[in-house]
């Protein structure tokens, strides 16, 4: 495997080497102003950042692709055959049994659905209410920013005692003063998503809140003043003034909130364990890689599921593409 | 000239990639042409033989076998012998030392003695990482221990040390509620309807009556507690061979060992609402656990647990038969040892000795792998139930190399006994794992 990393790494410089020698030398032809040394001392300067981002980056999407179309059993790894399509077909029989990847495949598509309005608009609210808040918003910001920089591991333990059943769950202690009887939120089909969605929206809707009020502070102040002496009332300030100036960074955030929900692992990870109610895509793909040890068959799934991703986001570009 | 260069480029990536994944074979950890390396020898001559731990070595169990590898190199020095311990903390549990046991293999830097987790046996053995010993232990030595790490025939590993679980029992509460288990030791265990009786006593008294660690269903801790219930009932999980699960797993005496727990769960003698103090702090009259609950009893719960006399282990419950829980982390040599072939079944027979095996489980608390290590423990205390058990009853999870997914289909109807019916629940399991089970016998 090293001797491979190394070839395709020494491929890559000559293959880079080649196009700085093509640039430099078409660089008359194409009536650019350019100083030789100069372009040469930025192209050696890009090197090390090029080589590290192919290094970290390309070479594992490399190998990831490439073990999709091998039987790479973790255990087996000087004995790795090409078999093609294989592993795609598997994935696809085993989907029509409607087995666990059935289930993952559907409660992905629930978290997406779920949390993504959620999770923006929470941000959205929060960004608002912050951005009027006067005296105080500071503290406001620390505190609906502070869960995004609490790590996901103790935030799913944090609210793994929230939910905890019976009677002595804070959850449940709070509903039986109500008189509502105590349930196994995580346990219980019904509920353990919904869970799932909410305590991810709270641990991630800080982050785009920032984002969010950056947006709003480019808003220019006259419009709304504007739209005031026009007679817009407080909705119609909002839908013609605040959301327009904002389309740009929702487009931004719904993109990435997008991707990061179809790529949730550690919730049901620690919270729940590997349950049919709960096993996400993710959590399906690292579960057939590391604990049932099927790399190939998990590279399979792993490229199928970025063709997936990055189908609905250009598809998601192309609807909100701004007008020129 | 740009198209051009990216095409070339991309083509030459695919070539090399092909080639790459395809022809790790010449790796010098190839795992199929055992023991092909000479071996390594320091400045003084001496061979070296490397082990590796899967514990810390500043850890009471890493000390423990840093102190077995100084005494094996002191008795060796006249034979030029030297052992080299390597210690790896299982990080992210078990599954993190298997990746530091299978980056070494690739790299072919794999030490000639591992340790690894007993169920691990049959996928280990069968991909080649382990090497078969049998021919080297005499019979009259494998003889000496309570379980072997045996697949398809072969002898793949010797035990470090042996577990085995019960339930603990706080003797003050069955005291006030007038309950008598005297009777019940590891030679004449309890059942099924006795132990459903002391719960329904224990519930009249107000208490909850057992933990059974229904809870623990994220790793190993549910299957390793839980399975000996299922062979008590009759049942079985998969084929001798470990190939096949259908029949087995949804048996109708499989159905009945998962059934006995769900009705633990349906008469709220157990839940999975108990804490994971609740037993300690004398809310919960009894305690699935295993022997590394002792010292926790002994040390750090002495406000509720003052002496001996406040607490004591039950045996498994047995309905057709007595099964009780084993299994722990046992030695084996890789199919990457050097060619001195000598040196490194000395320090294997050294490792495993009952002098070495007294030493670890003594750091460790657990139980003696070998029958001839001494232990003079008092009849009738936890420690001796616990390896009465081990000889009358115990039997190891079932012997597969799909046993990961057995683990988590397991732990999956475990967390769904709540709510479903045990027949829907181990159909479900059974085509999972047998799905698992064809898919890993078409792999050569």
Not at chain 1, 189 to 211: D, E, H, N, R
Not at chain 2, 396 to 406: D, M, S
Request: hydrophobic share 45%; aromatic share 14%.
């Amino acid at each position: 495997m090293l001797k491979t990393s190394l070839i395709i790494l020494v491929l890559f410089i000559i293959a880079f080497g080649g196009f700085v020698v093509y640039d430099l030398a078409t660089a008359k032809k194409r009536k650019v102003v350019y100083r030789f040394k100069s372009s040469l001392t930025a192209y050696l300067m890009l090197l090390p950042a090029v080589i590290l981002a192919f290094v970290f980056i390309m070479l594992p999407i490399l190998y990831s692709l490439g073990y999709a179309f091998t039987d790479y059993y973790l255990l087996r790894p000087n004995n790795i055959n090409i078999v093609y399509f294989q592993n795609f077909k598997d994935f696809f029989e085993e989907l029509s049994t409607k087995g666990t990847l059935y289930n993952a495949i559907k409660n992905t598509i629930t978290f997406v659905v779920g949390v993504v309005p959620l999770q923006i608009g929470l941000a959205l609210l929060l960004a608002l209410f912050v951005n009027r808040a006067g005296i105080g918003s500071k503290i406001f910001k620390v505190c609906f920013f502070a869960p995004v920089v609490i790590s996901l591991s103790v935030t799913a333990f944090l609210w793994e005692q929230i939910l905890a059943p019976g009677p002595n769950g804070l959850l449940n202690s709070i509903l039986g003063i109500f008189n509502v009887p105590p349930r196994d939120w995580l346990r219980d089909p019904k509920t353990a998503m919904p869970c799932i969605i909410v305590l991810s929206a709270w641990q991630g809707c800080g982050y785009q809140m920032l984002i969010f009020l950056s947006g709003l502070s480019n808003i220019r102040k006259d419009l709304y003043e504007a739209a005031a002496l026009d007679g817009a009332n407080w909705w119609r300030k909002f839908w013609l003034v605040t959301w327009v100036g904002l389309r740009s960074t929702f487009v931004y955030i719904l993109i990435t909130v997008f991707i990061g929900a179809c790529r949730i692992l550690t919730q049901p990870m620690l919270m729940t364990g590997y349950m049919d109610h709960t096993v996400t895509l993710s959590y399906y793909m690292y579960n057939k890689g590391y604990t049932e040890r099927w790399v190939g068959y998990s590279s399979a799934v792993a490229l199928l599921m970025t063709i997936f991703i990055g189908g609905i986001t250009f598809i998601q570009r192309r609807i909100f593409r701004e007008k020129k | 000239m740009k198209k051009l260069l990216v095409s070339i480029l991309s083509i030459m990536l695919v070539c090399v990639m092909a080639f790459g994944f395809t022809a790790c074979g010449d790796n010098p950890g190839g795992g199929d042409t055992p023991g092909g390396t000479p071996p390594a020898v320091d400045a003084e001559g001496n061979t070296i033989v490397k082990i590796m731990f899967h514990v810390d070595k500043s850890s009471t169990e890493g000390q423990a076998y840093q102190k077995r590898l100084n005494a094996f190199n002191a008795a060796y020095k006249d034979r030029n012998i030297k052992a080299q311990g390597v210690f790896k903390a299982r990080s992210a549990g078990a599954s993190g030392y298997e990746t530091e046991l299978l980056n070494n293999q690739l790299e072919g830097t794999l030490a000639d003695i591992i340790t690894f987790d007993a169920p691990n046996t049959a996928a280990y053995a069968k991909s080649g990482l382990l090497y078969d010993i049998s021919g080297l232990i005499p019979a009259s030595e494998q003889e000496k221990f309570y379980s072997l790490n045996k697949y398809n025939g072969g002898l793949y590993g010797l035990p470090i040390q042996e577990s085995s679980a019960g339930f603990f029992y706080n003797k003050k509460i069955f005291r006030n509620a007038g309950i008598d288990v005297s009777a019940f030791t590891a030679e004449n265990p309890w059942n099924f309807a006795q132990f459903k009786d002391v719960c329904s006593r224990l519930k009249s008294f107000g208490k909850i009556p057992v933990d059974m660690r229904i809870d623990a269903t994220k790793d190993e801790t549910a299957p390793y507690l839980l399975y000996p219930f299922i062979y008590a009932a009759g049942g079985e999980f998969t084929s001798t061979d470990g190939y096949t699960a259908t029949g087995y797993y949804n048996s109708s005496a499989t159905v009945k060992g998962f059934q006995f727990i769900k009705d633990l769960i349906s008469a709220g003698y157990t839940s999975y609402a108990i804490g994971p103090t609740d037993f300690f702090t004398e809310k919960v009259g009894m305690y699935l656990s295993s022997g590394w609950t002792i010292p926790d009893l002994d040390n750090k719960y002495r406000d509720n647990f003052a002496s001996r006399d406040d607490w004591g282990l039950l045996p498994y419950p047995k309905d057709v038969v007595a099964a009780s829980a084993t299994g722990s982390w046992s030695y084996a040599i890789t199919n990457n040892h050097h060619t001195d072939k000598t040196a490194i079944v000395e320090l294997l027979n050294w490792m495993t000795s009952a002098e070495s095996s007294k030493a670890i489980t003594d750091a460790t608390g657990m139980i003696p792998a070998r029958k001839d290590v001494v232990t003079n423990y008092a009849v009738g205390s936890p420690e001796y139930t616990l390896l009465k058990q081990l000889e009358v009853s115990g039997r190891e999870r079932p012997v597969t190399v799909a046993y990961p997914t057995f683990s988590l289909t397991f732990n999956q109807v475990i967390a769904g006994l709540g709510t479903n019916e045990v027949s829907s629940l181990l159909n479900s399991a059974t085509n999972t794992l047998q799905a698992e089970m064809d898919r890993l016998k078409k792999l050569n």
